[in-house]
Structures are given as C-alpha cells and as structure tokens.
C-alpha cells in the first residue's frame, strides 16, 4: 500500500471498530463493569458488576501493549510476558506486514509510536484482521503499559 492508502485502511478500519466497540457497550456493557480479570492461561477475560458478580466473558486474543511512559508499542507475538499460546493466537497479525508493505507490523522489539491513538489504530487493523468481535483496552497503572485484547467470542453469564 501507499501511504494515501495505508491512511484510508487506518480509517476504514477505525469506523469499523468504533460500530464495534459501540455495540460491545450496548450489549455487554462494557466499559460500565466494575472490574476485569483477564487469565492469561485461558485467554479469558471476565467482567463483574457493581455488585461483583460475573456478568460477562470473553475469549480474546492479546495484539499487543501500548507504553504511554514511553510512546512504544509492542505486539503480543513477540512479548515474552505473554503467555506461549497467547502469543501464538496473535501469530496471524505478523501478516498485516505483508497485506499493507509497511513493516511495522512484522516488527519483533517494542517501537516508537506517536500515541495512544496511534495505538488504537494498531488495535483496530489486527481487530480488522482477525474478524474480531471489538477489542477491549485492558487498563493498568500509572507506569504499567496498556494491553489491547481482541475479542473473539463474547457472552453474558446469567
């Protein structure tokens, strides 16, 4: 791709997430839940109410982490924090590098990005590549990088 279309493939592919991510918020409620745990292991993250009940889970795909202290990115197939069939589920991403031309994608060490919309952006292509359902930004600390998750399947637990 060139540039001009590389451009109209990041905003193409942003409009798709956001009517995603819209409908995750209708639905699920999320973003409303009063706390995550996310199991590495499993790659299922889970959501509770205000009143800590499960209410929601998800089966989700780890694209990567975002250092706002930093400005860096770095994907999840490459991140030895990640949990080996984790990182081997976010193996298809590596493709996005051979779909677009820009190597970014097939980048294997944490780089430098503009900012966390930069990040989304990244986000929003590997969402766009995995045919996920929306993708979730996993909050941490102050110093503690962000982790976007790609989510898969998703139910409410009645």
Avoid at 20 to 26: E, F, G, N
């Amino acid at each position: 791709m060139k540039d001009h279309e590389f451009e109209a493939f990041l905003a193409q592919v942003m409009d798709e997430l956001s009517l995603k991510q819209t409908a995750l918020s209708r639905t699920y409620g999320l973003g409303e839940m009063a706390r995550w745990w996310f199991e590495q292991a499993t790659g299922v993250i889970q959501f509770f109410d205000s009143s800590d009940r499960l209410a929601v889970v998800a089966e989700v795909v780890s694209i990567g982490s975002f250092s706002g202290k930093f400005s860096t990115w770095k994907w999840a197939w490459s991140n030895p924090t990640v949990e080996p069939a984790l990182r081997e589920a976010s193996l298809p991403l590596k493709q996005l590098q051979a779909i677009t031309g820009f190597d970014l994608f097939a980048e294997d060490e944490a780089f430098s990005i503009q900012d966390e919309t930069m990040a989304w952006e990244l986000a929003a292509a590997a969402v766009h590549h995995l045919q996920a359902q929306g993708c979730y930004r996993a909050p941490s600390g102050p110093e503690g990088p962000t982790t976007f998750l790609a989510i898969m399947s998703i139910r409410t637990i009645q």
